[in-house]
């Protein structure tokens, strides 16, 4: 049973627009959530988390929201740039473990 | 080249056939990880270390053996690959578990090809 899970498979924005990657969970264990970005034929490179007693998190561009109660996350990409366009991995960690659960991942392209 | 790197890039092989894969990380991080990336299923977690000599298994780990001798080396066996082995592996390493939320820095992947 998946405990991570992407549903969108792909999402498509225009570039300056808004770009909103969802994540679900299953487990109330995990204590970080975190996202990752790949570029194809590259491993992926760690993007932006939040602890399990947060629900907001802000680096430049990125924010990403937590909502407990419902076991979602969500990865907020204002405003979108082509160079965006990638592969967005949402993991969770218990952090006495330093094990990562991955999600399936979302193709994000972003167009001109 | 400092960082994390993994040998070799592309490898195809055949099925019963025992394949290695390297991984080399330069930062003397403690744990260290394998990953296999399969269409929809994201990353699998295959096993991890914590240290040398201190490995346990992952989500996946049947058909795969893993040793850490040395703190910077984590090599993946496959005793006897099958075609289901067929996939994307991704070593990663991270300096600590716990509060370090930069957590693991993956190198750039294995694709392997059994036929």
């Known amino acids: 049973d998946q405990q991570v899970k992407q549903n969108s498979p792909s999402l498509s924005v225009q570039e300056g627009r808004i770009s909103i990657l969802n994540c679900d969970y299953t487990?109330?264990?995990?204590?970080?959530f975190l996202w990752y970005k790949k570029y194809p034929a590259e491993g992926p490179t760690f993007l932006i988390s939040i602890s399990s007693i947060k629900d907001k998190n802000e680096d430049g561009r990125f924010t990403v929201f937590l909502n407990k109660s419902a076991k979602h996350l969500s990865l907020h990409i204002v405003p979108s740039q082509p160079g965006d366009s990638a592969v967005y991995f949402c993991a969770a960690m218990w952090s006495n473990t330093g094990k990562l659960i991955f999600g399936q991942g979302t193709t994000l392209q972003v167009k001109p | 080249d400092a960082g994390i790197t993994q040998s070799p890039r592309y490898k195809i092989t055949e099925t019963g056939r025992q394949v290695t894969l390297m991984c080399h990380q330069t930062?003397?991080?403690?744990?260290m990880f394998w990953y296999r990336q399969d269409l929809g299923h994201g990353l699998r977690l295959i096993y991890y270390?914590?240290?040398?000599?201190?490995?346990d298994k992952g989500e996946v780990p049947d058909g795969y053996v893993v040793s850490r001798s040395k703190t910077e080396n984590f090599p993946l066996t496959l005793e006897s690959a099958t075609r289901s082995q067929t996939s994307v592996y991704f070593c990663?390493?991270?300096?600590?578990?716990?509060?370090?939320?930069?957590?693991?820095?993956f190198g750039p992947g294995t694709r392997l090809t059994v036929l």
């Open positions: 930062w003397s991080h403690s744990y």
């Open positions: 487990n109330s264990m995990f204590d970080y």
């Open positions: 270390s914590a240290a040398a000599d201190i490995t």
């Open positions: 990663a390493s991270s300096p600590q578990s716990g509060i370090s939320t930069d957590t693991q820095y």
